[in-house]
């Protein structure tokens, strides 16, 4: 069924005459519009550079003013051209990033390595190590914490900063790691091949012009690999059993000195008792003879007499036995006091 | 009216901007570009910034990548001058340095690495082979040219890539130095002898020094004995000396006097319930009786 065509056309303009009007009132607006989006564009290159980052202003691919110095843009608000002309790479210059380095142990990430454990060798596809100035294996796991130095180099002169990163502190690792002996490294040693490996990792870098510094190397794991992790262990303890054997050597000692010192002092107290008493005992003796001695200057004979009866008086009554004889017939006297004394034996 | 000069400048722009983009072109920072005409190279561009060129299909421009890139050759076994086998995995800095003999012998930075690689381990094969594992590994540093090593494979592989490829490289480094699995079993060997060796060493001189310091502690103990010894004896025996002395010069006044008195001391101290006094019937006291008698 086809419609009369007056019929039609008074129908289109019945339907189109609100588009029209629709679309005369739109124009109206896209006015508003446009100039909306031409500001919305030429603002789109006002930036806030945030304050732990630094900008990098490319315009037409190229640095902003000719150097890395004029193309930076420092923390703060900045108006930059807006796209196409100008491309703003933004930088974290103020971050510590960490990448851990494993390739030289034999844990791996999301590995779980029991088909390795068995072994008496070591695959060097499945897992790492290095080789000590010594020829002994290590194996060594590290976290690397780094800084970007230099934002135009990091962000636009190289294609993977973070692999040439791990490489290099590898190599230092490897190079440094090659002139050291293995029980130094694992002992007093560390901290010195810590140094050594960031340094040679920094001169690496700077000669790549990588953008990067590091700021630390840590050794998380340093140990020889589990196949000969028991003799270490023997010698660790046979190193500890030294020790302790040394020690218990001289804790006897610290007891057994002092006790002799003391020992000795109890002796030298001893014998000055002994001598103080000795000569109290003589100045005693000495100081009654001398009193007696005076008295017996006085009067020889009474005092002689007086001891010579009291010592009769004294010892006669003890004795077994008294016996008398008769003087001989010349006179002569035995002694000086005239008596004698004859003990039994065994008394 | 209005509604026309809007009309009509948005289409200028768009215009201004077709020709615009139709006969320029921008190089980043970091990239390097040949411009070919009719697939013709006519210009190398490693300069960044804004550049012009006929509109397509006439022009086209190839943009390479220009940055640094890092390459890991391949576990590949190889012989040190004496003998020993190594495992040398090493890493090398290139870019690309001449963008046309690069784009026409390499086309793609990717087909790059596996002819690097090919390099590298040339070099790395005929250099190694003219050095010892000291020169790699040892506690004598002037045993050691890794510097020395890493330079030579530098140098030969940067003139061989430059001319080949057109790609310059910045820096060599073994990342890492493996054995082949086989030998690790004898350098294990030979780590647990040297261990059992500092083990028994470790053991053996703490015997000796416990011994030595308990050697000491007696040594020290019987001088201090000693020292007691002849001390206290000392004492002793000046004490003595004093005493007889002062016994001496007191009994001196008198020897005579001195032994009667001593001599009676005696008689008191050794006269016991079994002893026999024998008397002359003249000594006192008992004279005194004969006299009487007589």
């Known amino acids: 069924m086809i419609a009369p065509p007056s019929h039609g056309a008074s129908e289109l303009r019945r339907f189109s005459g609100p588009v029209l009007r629709s679309f005369e009132l739109g124009l109206g607006y896209l006015r508003w519009g446009v100039l909306a989006l031409v500001l919305a564009y030429v603002f789109s290159g006002l930036i806030i550079v945030r304050s732990e980052e630094v900008a990098v202003v490319l315009r037409f691919g190229a640095l902003a003013g000719g150097t890395p110095a004029t193309a930076l843009l420092h923390p703060g608000l900045h108006f930059t051209l807006p ?8 930088v974290k210059i103020k971050k510590v990033y960490e990448l851990e380095i494993y390739d030289l142990h034999y844990r791996r990430p999301g590995d779980p390595g029991a088909e390795r454990s068995r072994r008496k060798t070591i695959d060097p596809v499945l897992e790492g190590y290095a ?17 970007v130095d230099d934002p135009v180099a990091f962000a636009l002169h190289q294609a993977s900063p973070e692999r040439l990163l791990r490489d290099a502190i590898m190599a230092a690792t490897v190079r440094t790691m090659g002139e050291v002996e293995v029980d130094s490294v694992l002992s007093e040693g560390r901290s010195q091949f810590v140094i050594q490996v960031v340094q040679r990792a920094q001169d690496r870098l700077d000669r790549a012009v990588s953008g990067l510094a590091l700021v630390s190397v840590e050794v998380t794991d340093l140990a020889p690999p589990r196949q000969v992790q028991a003799e270490f262990e023997q010698v660790q303890n046979a190193f500890i059993d030294m020790e302790t054997q040394v020690k218990e050597a001289q804790k006897l000692r610290e007891e057994e000195v002092p006790l002799a010192k003391a020992s000795r002092d109890q002796a030298l107290r001893e014998a000055q008792g002994y ?16 009193d007696l001695y005076a008295e017996y200057r006085k009067n020889p004979q009474v005092v002689r007499d007086r001891l010579y009866l009291e010592a009769i008086e004294a010892s006669l009554p003890r004795s077994g036995r008294i016996r008398f004889v008769p003087p001989p017939a010349d006179g002569r006297r035995y002694g000086p006091d005239g008596f004698r004394l004859s003990i039994p034996a065994g008394d | 009216m209005r509604d026309n000069i809007l009309r009509y400048s948005i289409g200028i722009a768009i215009l201004l901007a077709l020709t615009f983009f139709a006969f320029t072109w921008q190089l980043r920072e970091g990239e390097v570009a040949i411009r070919l005409r009719l697939g013709r190279a006519v210009d190398v561009v490693q300069d960044a910034g804004l550049h012009g060129k006929l509109p397509w299909p006439i ?45 026409q ?34 506690t004598t540093p002037e045993d050691l040219m890794v510097d020395e090593i890493e330079q030579a494979i530098l140098t030969d592989v940067a003139t061989k890539a430059g001319e080949k490829y057109g790609v310059a490289i910045e820096e060599v480094g ?52 000693a020292e007691a010894n002849e001390e206290a004896a000392r004492i002793r025996g000046e004490a003595e000396a004093e005493a007889a002395r002062t016994y001496a010069d007191a009994h001196s006044l008198d020897p005579e006097f001195y032994r009667f008195k001593r001599s009676l ?30």
């Open chain 1, 275 to 290: 001598a103080a008493e000795l000569l109290a005992q003589a100045r005693g003796d000495a100081g009654m003879w001398r």
């Open chain 2, 174 to 225: 073994f990342k890492r130095l493996s054995l082949p699995e086989g030998n690790t079993r004898y350098v294990f060997e030979q780590m647990r002898a040297e261990r059992k060796q500092y083990a028994a060493r470790f053991r053996a001189e703490g015997e000796r020094e416990a011994a030595k310091i308990r050697a000491d502690t007696d040594l020290e103990v019987a001088q201090i004995r």
């Open chain 2, 59 to 103: 022009e086209r421009v190839v943009v390479l990548d220009g940055r640094a890139r890092v390459l890991n050759t391949r576990h590949t076994e190889m012989l040190t001058r004496d003998k020993k086998n190594v495992i040398l995995l090493s890493y090398v800095v290139w870019r690309v340095s001449e963008p046309l003999r690069f784009y």
């Open chain 1, 83 to 90: 796209r196409p002309m100008d491309e703003v790479v933004r």
């Open chain 1, 131 to 147: 080789l000590t100035g010594d020829h002994n294996v290590v194996q060594v796991d590290m976290v690397a914490r780094y800084q």
């Open chain 2, 105 to 138: 012998s390499l086309g793609s930075v990717e087909a790059a690495d596996s002819k690097l690689d090919g390099l590298v381990t040339n070099a790395k094969i005929s250099v190694l082979g003219g050095y010892d594992l000291s020169a790699l590994v040892s």
């Open chain 2, 265 to 294: 001391e005696s008689m008191d101290k050794v006269l016991g319930k079994k002893s026999t006094i024998v008397l002359r019937t003249d000594s006192p006291p008992f004279d005194l009786l004969q006299e009487g008698s007589r």
